[in-house]
């Protein structure tokens, strides 16, 4: 654990202060002869410049992107209201929950597998020189990073009471190196929603995204059936990812990196609505 601080704190200084000559703007290659070590490389390359932009933004940030950080910050403390009575609710109807959704959600949410089945991913998109598979999959990988790392920094720095410890859901011990101080945000959200959102934006069917949004959401609830995350935990985290995501993209298809045209059709529509008797995130097809 004290490892991966020190790692993603290095990640800060260099994105901020440093540039590596060898990962300067997006360089252009013929994706379609290159070989496997190029398009490797390519794909390294263009990572790091996904992760330079993502860090980046927030110092180009207009008054509707202020704005829109606060809507998130108070939609957050409204949901918070529910946390102890949901998680109360939740005690109460525990062992009707299936253990295989549980155990499932648990295991995807996990950051080993979670790599490995993108490594997988990638890996084949790799070989078989498939350009819409190694984008999904540098989208996933430059996402994750960067929502991971703004999820450790919030976690430890907050030091948020987790359900089960006795203390309650408005108490924090801000830089807590204990486990049951880490509830926010919720580190199995923050991954199993990135690689949902990251997959369902690549298909059209409605239909398809509803599957692969669901599967995603299963990690999630998990977390807060197996009372390891307040109900805002997850909240916050699968808004951060969902924007963390789209930016990412923003960036892929601006640079023109995997020569993919973005659509202009049957894109979902993503909303946040924290209103007097609606909080939730809504999705328009």
Same mark, same amino acid.
Do not use: C
């Given at each position: 654990?004290?490892?991966?601080?020190?790692?993603?704190?290095?990640?800060?200084?260099?994105?901020?202060?440093?540039e590596?000559?060898?990962?300067?703007?997006?360089y252009k290659?013929?994706?379609?002869?290159a070989?496997?070590?190029?398009?490797?490389?390519?794909?390294?390359?263009?990572?790091?410049?996904?992760l330079?932009?993502?860090?980046?933004?927030?110092?180009?940030?207009?008054k509707?992107?202020?704005?829109?950080?606060?809507?998130?910050?108070?939609?957050?403390?409204?949901?918070?209201?529910?946390?102890?009575?949901?998680?109360?609710?939740?005690?109460?109807?525990?062992?009707?929950?299936?253990?295989v959704?549980?155990?499932?959600?648990?295991?995807?949410?996990?950051?080993?597998?979670?790599?490995?089945?993108?490594?997988? *991913?990638?890996?084949? &998109?790799?070989? =078989?020189?498939? @350009?819409? #598979?190694?984008?999904?999959? $540098?989208?996933?990988?430059t996402?994750?990073?960067?929502?991971?790392?703004?999820?450790?920094?919030?976690?430890?720095?907050?030091?948020?009471?987790?359900?089960?410890t006795?203390?309650?859901?408005?108490?924090f011990?801000?830089f807590?190196?204990?486990?049951?101080?880490?509830?926010?945000?919720?580190?199995?959200?923050?991954?199993?929603?990135?690689?949902?959102?990251?997959?369902?934006?690549?298909?059209?069917?409605?239909?398809?995204?509803?599957?692969?949004?669901?599967?995603?959401?299963?990690?999630?609830?998990?977390?807060?059936?197996?009372?390891?995350?307040? *109900?805002?935990?997850? &909240?916050?985290? =699968?808004?951060? @990812?969902? #924007?963390?995501?789209?930016? $990412?993209?923003?960036?892929?298809?601006?640079?023109?990196?995997?020569?993919?045209?973005?659509?202009?059709?049957?894109?979902?529509?993503?909303?946040?609505?924290?209103?007097?008797?609606?909080?939730?995130?809504?999705?328009?097809?």
């Amino acid at each position: 654990m004290l490892l991966a601080k020190r790692f993603f704190i290095s990640l800060i200084f260099i994105f901020y202060f440093f540039e590596d000559a060898s990962a300067q703007r997006l360089y252009k290659i013929d994706q379609d002869n290159a070989s496997t070590w190029s398009l490797l490389k390519y794909d390294i390359n263009t990572t790091w410049n996904g992760l330079k932009y993502s860090f980046k933004r927030p110092l180009h940030w207009k008054k509707n992107d202020f704005l829109k950080l606060g809507g998130l910050v108070f939609g957050t403390a409204t949901l918070a209201l529910a946390d102890e009575g949901v998680d109360k609710y939740i005690d109460n109807h525990r062992s009707n929950f299936p253990k295989v959704v549980r155990d499932y959600g648990w295991y995807f949410g996990s950051p080993q597998n979670y790599f490995m089945a993108n490594a997988g *991913l990638y890996g084949f &998109g790799l070989v =078989t020189k498939n @350009s819409k #598979i190694r984008r999904t999959s $540098v989208l996933i990988i430059t996402s994750s990073i960067t929502s991971g790392l703004l999820q450790t920094i919030l976690k430890n720095g907050l030091g948020r009471a987790r359900p089960g410890t006795g203390y309650g859901a408005f108490h924090f011990k801000p830089f807590s190196k204990e486990g049951g101080q880490h509830s926010f945000p919720s580190g199995h959200t923050v991954l199993s929603v990135t690689m949902a959102h990251s997959i369902a934006k690549q298909f059209d069917s409605p239909w398809i995204k509803a599957g692969v949004y669901t599967l995603g959401a299963i990690p999630p609830m998990s977390r807060l059936i197996d009372g390891a995350h307040w *109900l805002s935990d997850i &909240g916050f985290s =699968t808004v951060l @990812s969902i #924007i963390v995501v789209d930016g $990412v993209d923003k960036f892929l298809f601006k640079e023109n990196a995997f020569n993919i045209v973005e659509p202009n059709k049957n894109k979902i529509s993503w909303s946040f609505a924290f209103t007097g008797n609606q909080i939730g995130i809504v999705g328009r097809f």
